[in-house]
Each structure stands twice: as C-alpha cells, then as structure tokens.
Nanobody, 121 residues
Framework: QVQLVESGGGLVQPGGSLRLSCAASGSIYSVYSMAWYRQFLGKQRELVAGIISGGSTNYADSVKGRFTLSRDNAKNTMYLQMNNLKPEDTAVYYC???????????????WGQGTQVTVSS
C-alpha cells in the first residue's frame, strides 16, 4: 500500500517562506510525475507545480518566480520551497503522485492528506 505524507505547512507572515515536503512510502516500484495542488476555501483544487522523474518542472503563473519544486528520487520525496508568500497563497496544499507498485503495472494516482498553509500578519 502506498502512502503520501506531507509536512511543512503552517502559519507565516506575508513575505515569509515555507518548505513543504511530500514523502512516498510503501510498496513502490517507480514514482513518475509528482505535483502539488492547492485548494482555496470553497474552490476546486488547482495545480501549483509539477515535476517528472527527469526533473522537468512546470508552475502555475501565480507562483512562478516565488516557488521552487524539486525531488529526491532516491528518497521518493518532493519538496516545494515557497518564498515571498502572499495572503492569497493561503490554502490547503495537497501532494499528488503517479506511482506503480510493480514492474509492468500501470501507475496509479495517489494523494496526500493535505497540509494547511496560512499567510497572515
């Protein structure tokens, strides 16, 4: 069974920084794409940033230049460094990953439980 465990959320003042981590564990053969999504209160979940196993990344326009996504394939862990945080970044952040549990199997889509990020003075 595969689990995604997020950490690093919390309360920060505007202009501050946080680093989110997402660690995949369990029966893992290979981790393909990984991504962070966020969900504002009363809104649908939206993509923040994504990264494939080769390291190529893509970002939502609203976070370009402020957020940096990276991953450690040996640890099956992804990191989101968030700088110059703004109140409008306040949301629940979710980790997402496509993971295959055995050779030759189709990757399945997994989600973490979410971590709250609050940007407020």
């Amino acid at each position: 069974q595969v689990q995604l465990v997020e950490s690093g959320g919390g309360l920060v003042q505007p202009g501050g920084s946080l680093r989110l981590s997402c660690a995949a564990s369990g029966s893992i053969y290979s981790v393909y794409s990984m991504a962070w999504y966020r969900q504002f209160l009363g809104k649908q979940r939206e993509l923040v940033a994504g990264i494939i196993s080769g390291g190529s990344t893509n970002y939502a326009d609203s976070v370009k230049g402020r957020f940096t996504l990276s991953r450690d394939n040996a640890k099956n862990t992804m990191y989101l460094q968030m700088n110059n945080l703004k109140p409008e970044d306040t949301a629940v952040y979710y980790c997402n990953a496509d993971i295959s549990e055995a050779r030759g199997t189709i990757p399945l889509d997994y989600w973490g439980q979410g971590t709250q990020v609050t940007v407020s003075s």
